[in-house]
T-cell receptor
Framework: DTEVTQTPKHLVMGMTNKKSLKCEQH?????MYWYKQKAKKPPELMFV???????INESVPSRFSPECPNSSLLNLHLHALQPEDSALYLC?????????????FGPGTRLTVT | GQNIDQPTEMTATEGAIVQINCTYQ??????LFWYQQHAGEAPTFLSY????GLEEKGRFSSFLSRSKGYSYLLLKELQMKDSASYLC???????????FGQGTELSVKP
């Protein structure tokens, strides 16, 4: 199984809502990532979890709150978002070892903030 | 900075060969990846280079010169389905943090 799954596929939320994005993988990967991607732009790293601990936070606003409840799951909790946060949110996973950090991406959640 | 540069757009003909170049800052380099991304879909892994030379995988090959901070992705026998964005990404020794280039939008014409 080389699949990373994400739910929901699409999400529309108001600026006062609270919602969560979910990501799951069963490849035994111990590194998981959240990226944000705007149209016609490359993915921008938001967070990295390594062995269920947050290892990188790319100065992301606190209205985005990541959580890694176990080695297979990764959540992104959203609260009080702004319209400019509308984007495709991609989850990825990889092995944790020196050298090849080939990342497998999920299909993404397309988020619209109204 | 860690600027990763690649052309914004390229056009090629079905059946032809196309080369997409990528240049990057060499300090801290720990590996280079090429991903393919179709519109509205997730990036999919194409190749990985950490040592100098050519890696071949079917119709796709990727080359790396670490001293020059240069890589290219070579696509042979182009097919219409190869129309996509091609992303060059570099691992800079930061625990899996990939820095992506802006992507090259490839259009394959009949």
């Amino acid at each position: 199984d080389t699949e990373v799954t994400q739910t929901p596929k699409h999400l529309v939320m108001g600026m006062t809502n609270k919602k969560s994005l979910k990501c799951e993988q069963h490849m035994g990967h111990r590194a998981m990532y959240w990226y944000k991607q705007k149209a016609k732009k490359p993915p921008e790293l938001m967070f990295v979890y390594s062995y269920e601990k947050l290892s990188i936070n790319e100065s992301v606003p606190s209205r985005f709150s990541p959580e890694c409840p176990n080695s297979s799951l990764l959540n992104l909790h959203l609260h009080a978002l702004q319209p400019e946060d509308s984007a495709l949110y991609l989850c990825a996973s990889s092995q944790v070892r020196t050298g090849n950090y080939e990342q497998y991406f999920g299909p993404g959640t397309r988020l619209t903030v109204t | 900075g860690q600027n990763i540069d690649q052309p914004t757009e390229m056009t090629a003909t079905e059946g032809a060969i196309v080369q997409i170049n990528c240049t990057y800052q060499t300090s801290g380099f720990n590996g280079l990846f090429w991903y393919q991304q179709h519109a509205g879909e997730a990036p999919t892994f194409l190749s990985y280079n950490v040592l100098d030379g050519l890696e071949e995988k079917g119709r796709f090959s990727s080359f790396l010169s670490r001293s020059k901070g240069y890589s290219y992705l070579l696509l042979k026998e182009l097919q219409m389905k190869d129309s996509a964005s091609y992303l060059c990404a570099v691992n800079y020794n930061q625990g899996g943090k990939l820095i992506f280039g802006q992507g090259t939008e490839l259009s394959v014409k009949p």
